[in-house]
């Protein structure tokens, strides 16, 4: 059976439904294959505040703010007895000053169930099993129970993440630039939270130069705790819940906090997570999301990009069908990249030193501070901002100049 509608998308996590919902206020027919059924879970718990300036345009604030989620107003950063807090409020550029903590599976499925309240059609369970593009239309072949059917569509949009559909049916991947390193993560319940600022912070804690920590708060009082990086303290003759214990003792503050915490689920371990491909459009499609390119969970900048992808992907196919001429490669390329650059730099910067060197200096000044918050809080795209503009050389001195007045 062939099924028309106006734009096909792949994936119902945030790039794909903040597609669907700017596609649903011009009028378009959205239709959404998703693989799994939701409510599932997948990590990128942290958002960032960019994420609700393009929130507000696709007006998906209010059915989010409902759901009562921990608000993030900041980072915190620690490495031993040294403490680096950014506060969302002191920020160079001007924007949202807070965003959201939340577990995916339920802000995911808020999502996806407000742009079907809309108008989309999502198919769950269902998977994407071939895609033919010619001048006119585009014909995707989905698999469900054994059941095939057939999609007929104008545009297509590849919102799938992880699943990387079309990057592997059209033999678009690459192998990305960064190191391979691993996450091991779960939720723990939380009794020993903090009632300050900090019950409202990110933390991301240092154990080593490649290993770090991830401590995310939810409002359902359990936490998101993770360690990125080298795992080759992980003992293999040990089960996975003893070996995060072990990794709960490690520092004093996750052993303060988190010893005797119930572990909500058996922790989890995925490796080689970072991605990318080798273009980002095609005729009659486009890669969004974690389609196209995944850095790393530090600086929690996968669903900025997402949802900054799946927008402009959508206002651009409207505007081609529409008639107009559409610069693909400047309009849409060039925009994603030059946002995932500017934090390809400071997660290199991470994990080379160079970022720990600032954060943890005697004293950082306030205006320059003020600038690097604005890139955490995800404005990677204000070329007003030295730190954004020169992001490839800019953290790189500074980090020289502490180093030299230490001498």
Request: net charge negative.
């Amino acid at each position: 059976m062939k099924i028309k509608t106006d734009i096909l998308i792949i994936g119902a996590g945030p790039s794909g439904t903040v597609a669907a919902a700017t596609l649903l206020k011009k009028g378009y027919d959205v239709t959404i294959i998703e693989k799994s059924v939701f409510p599932r879970f997948v990590i990128g718990e942290s958002l960032l505040p960019r994420c609700m300036d393009v929130l507000r345009e696709a007006d998906l604030i209010e059915p989010i703010t409902a759901a009562g989620f921990q608000k993030k107003s900041g980072a915190k950063f620690i490495h031993g007895d040294s403490v680096c807090d950014f506060d969302f409020t002191e920020q160079f550029t001007p924007g949202s000053r807070w965003t959201w903590q939340a577990p995916r599976a339920d802000f995911d499925k808020i999502l996806a169930d407000t742009v079907e309240e809309r108008g989309a059609k999502i198919v769950y369970d269902t998977t994407v099993t071939d895609v033919e593009i010619n001048a006119e239309e585009v014909k995707t072949t989905v698999e469900s129970n054994g059941e095939v059917q057939e999609y007929i569509s104008k545009y297509i949009i590849d919102g799938s993440g992880y699943g990387r559909v079309l990057p592997r049916l059209f033999d678009l991947d690459k192998p990305s630039n960064q190191p391979s390193r691993s996450a091991f993560f779960t939720h723990l319940e939380d009794p020993n939270r903090p009632t300050d600022k900090d019950a409202n912070r990110i933390h991301a804690i240092i154990l080593a130069q490649d290993i770090w920590v991830w401590v995310i708060p939810f409002s359902n009082g359990n936490t998101s705790v993770g360690v990125v990086g080298n795992l080759s303290f992980i003992d293999e003759n040990l089960s996975p819940e003893e070996n995060f214990n072990h990794l709960l003792t490690m520092q004093p503050y996750l052993k303060e906090r988190f010893t005797g915490a119930k572990q909500i689920f058996e922790p989890r371990r995925i490796t080689g997570y970072s991605s990318s491909v080798k273009q980002f459009y095609g005729d009659r499609y486009v890669l969004t999301g974690n389609s196209t390119e995944f850095l790393d969970p530090i600086f929690s900048s996968g669903v900025t990009f997402a949802i900054e992808s799946g927008a402009l992907s959508a206002k651009l196919i409207m505007r081609e069908l529409e008639g107009e001429d559409v610069d693909w490669q400047t309009e849409y390329v060039d925009h994603i990249q030059a946002g995932v650059s500017t934090f390809r730099s400071y997660v290199n910067a991470w994990y080379d030193d160079t970022l720990p060197t600032i954060f943890f200096a005697p004293s950082i000044n306030q205006d320059i501070k003020e600038r690097i918050c604005s890139v955490l809080a995800g404005y990677v795209w204000d070329q007003n901002n030295h730190y954004v503009k020169r992001h490839d050389k800019a953290l790189t001195t500074l980090a020289k100049v502490i180093r030299m007045q230490k001498k």
